[in-house]
């Protein structure tokens, strides 16, 4: 069972262990000082038996809320480099997003039912964590 | 290879063993006893070695005419609960209906090929089966 | 500015003055007796000067409850033909949805806004109203 | 004929001639001091006499190279309160940059060209501007 | 009341007028003379009053026959410089292309119902035409 | 991670071993002698371990490049059949030319990330390759 929210925030990619000439290489414009911005896709994906009585997986009711709270909420119309506790120090690449959202949502979650997140930056650019 | 889909049903959400009061609960709007509907998606994603002689996996042509026999000619335009055999006695959830899709299919497939169906129910909610 | 919202609805179409069998002829696999249904995508468009105070033309947030009050909260998750008062005797094919949303929506704007509202019936099927 | 293009940015909204109380009130987290962002996406329609000699209304390589310079490449990753001079001093909703885009492609067009950009902040909202 | 559909075809443009290096200088890729293909998808929107028995401005099954007949049919898994008659001597511009089409559908409808056609080459380029 | 591209090409299905009544039967209207076409989809899932400095599992940047050089560039406007060299023997069936593709970008990356190569021939039609 899959669901799919969105939140639009600002970041900008930089490692503050490098000089600006390096940060620049390698991130290119992505390290603009002053941020851009995105519209966020998140894709959950939860798997698992269905249960007999209700023919369910998981109430997509009980999945919404958990991305709500977890995720949408908390960063929809935010800058994550400032505004969001846990990328102060870790840098908001695609990659390090959907890590730190498969772990809040995995923690909310029965413990027999797997989970797939799935985030596009872009339509073109995305990444996909099922938690190794 | 794979190939996409679709079909306008009603249907409702419902537990004969369940009170009332306990289908709402559970069910929420869903539960509605005139029904509501969806456009659903379905994606057939079949799987195996590429024949030689022709490139194919399986012919597109084949694959399109056992989705509209399966699946497409008898739900579209259709109420689930009331109008389709398999869903008089099993809730049409999402995840109840991509089963019966995947077996309907499977069936009439070559025993080397592999089968995943993926199901729609709306752009934000899906459900995946491969057959176990 | 133009905003886009959905609903998951039944229906089917009928003419209580025709035969059963003109109805059929006509309306075809629509008319089927226990409804079918249908993800509906409405979108809302608004036009009129730039408010030059806070370069809007109307507040989005305003349009979003005025969608959701009159179309989106109303129809989700009902049946069209026993549900919603309107449809009662009024026979709901895309032109006269699209026709009672533009009357519900416009009665909710300030005069000098113009409106167009386009209603998806699927991906493929859908019409525009513009109050003429 | 129109062709589509896109560009991530970061941007507030904000009056300066109100206090902050009255910024937040209109509108809402938009107003984030800290920014937020958008992956926009724009759509140019130039529409007037087809060439006999070429079957064009315009030259489609010639027109993607007006949007990206005259957009895409000024705006792209770009914090438009900071880095872009336009909105310096005017408040950057969807309404406001798409006329500024309006204007910007409008002088590199010839003459008797018709013009309209329409502007997605998201994929839900969205406006249009063809120059008055 | 609109209709959307789709056909796959390979084409090519040149004027035979011109010479070989005016051709590559306007037409640039477009001009390979072993052809390139695309999956046009082709939206036919049919205006007009709402017929008070059945609801419809046009019978949907109606408008899907035509365009069957007259483009989908004609068009799908060709090439459009070689097969078919009106591009023999007809540039096969998005222009054109759409210009054609709109006069085949034309004529298949009632006098009083307004036409419109949009043409998609690819995702990001399309045109218009309403018979002006 | 993953990344979107597409190209748009000329191609006909056709096994030269076979004679022309069984080339019709077996690939239908693929088999045109004068070429349809497509614009195709293609997108590339990278899949490894994130680099601690970076953030990244691999430089978007670097991936778009190797996509470009490899695929869009090479295939865009051209005619598979007659224009590119390994489907001068190869049938380009979707399945043969997503295999080709994931060889031509598997040897650009480095060993130890995997490669996942779909292919989408239409929006309903598409096929995935994993290099097994």
């Known amino acids: ?11 900008r990619l930089n490692n503050p262990d490098w000089s600006e000439e390096k940060n620049i290489e390698i991130f290119g414009k992505c390290n603009n000082p002053n941020y851009h911005g995105h519209n966020y896709d998140v894709i959950v994906h939860v798997s698992g038996e269905v249960d007999p009585e209700t023919g369910y997986v998981i109430d997509m009711k009980v999945l919404k809320e958990i991305m709500n709270e ?11 480099n400032l505004d969001i506790e846990e990328f102060k120090t870790l840098n908001p690449t695609a990659e390090n997003i959907v890590g730190v959202i ?12 797997e989970l797939t997140v799935t985030l596009y ?12």
Chains 1, 2, 3, 4, 5, 6 share one sequence.
């Open 121 to 132: 930056e872009t339509e073109r650019n995305y990444v996909e964590y099922s938690g190794k």
């Open 102 to 113: 498969w772990n809040r949502i995995k923690e909310r979650l029965d413990n027999h039912l």
């Open 1 to 11: 069972m899959s669901r799919k929210g969105h939140f639009n925030a600002a970041h």
């Open 70 to 80: 977890e995720v949408l909420d908390r960063y929809d119309h935010r800058n994550l």
